[in-house]
């Protein structure tokens, strides 16, 4: 089985400040790698995935994250943060038998 | 496009009553259905996931039970609630056929809290 780690439980970062969500997974087998946001009360949103080819992938809004296999991780980073990036943030893997497996999560706070 | 429906979106429950939490999909036929806990503070802990109608697959024993009575309904029930079932519920979907791209798409959860 898969595990998922999310080294920082909570970030704190001042606006406008760059910022690294940590992520590593166990398995160096073939993942699926997903980001995914949770604001407060609500469902989880998907952010963005790798699944193959480029290792570096983007978000609409200005998230990326890449994908190191050597190093089993895929950390979220953003050069500018805002108010409005507060949130949950889950690191999730599917592996080859299509079971998801997820982080216990990241808490960014965007101080102003 | 596909939508996913959950409700209600809060619940607030007496110790020893019943449960019934509620999630459709449209948009898509025979989907991969979910439903996840979320506990404060803590992560996602799959409780049940369903492939096809009547076929329910519980990663956890406790007092909850899911049923699948259509293709895309998924249910979410208890005859009698404990403390410690309050928390965040999600319910998921994602494509069939073991499709390994295919991400999980969540509804907007539900708040329960068991007094």
């Known amino acids: 089985a898969q595990s998922v780690t999310q080294l920082d439980s909570q970030v704190p970062v001042f606006e406008e400040a760059p910022v690294e969500l940590r992520c590593n997974y166990s398995s160096s087998v073939s993942v699926y790698l997903f980001w995914y946001v949770q604001y407060p009360n609500q469902g989880l949103q998907l952010l963005l995935k790798y699944l193959s080819g480029s290792t570096l992938v983007e978000s609409i809004n200005g998230f990326e994250a890449e994908f190191n296999k050597s190093q089993t991780s895929f950390h979220l980073r953003k050069p500018s943060v805002h108010i409005s990036d507060t949130a949950e943030y889950f690191c999730a893997v599917i592996d080859t038998g299509n079971q998801f497996y997820f982080g216990t999560g990241t808490s960014l706070t965007v101080i102003p | 496009s596909q939508t996913i429906h959950q409700w209600p979106a809060t619940l607030v429950q007496p110790v020893g009553s019943p449960l019934s939490l509620e999630c459709t999909v449209e948009?898509?036929?025979?989907?991969?259905l979910y439903w996840y806990r979320q506990a404060a503070g803590r992560g996602l802990q799959l409780l049940f996931y369903?492939?096809?109608?009547?076929?329910i697959s519980s990663e956890v024993p406790q007092n909850l039970s899911a049923s699948r009575p259509q293709d895309r309904q998924f249910i979410l029930s208890s005859k009698k609630l404990l403390l410690s079932d309050s928390g965040f519920y999600l319910c998921?979907?994602?494509?069939?056929?073991?499709?390994?791209?295919?991400?999980?798409?969540f509804g907007n959860g539900t708040r329960l809290t068991v007094t």
């Open positions: 948009g898509t036929s025979n989907p991969n």
């Open positions: 369903s492939v096809g109608i009547g076929q």
């Open positions: 998921a979907w994602s494509l069939s056929g073991g499709a390994a791209n295919s991400p999980l798409h």
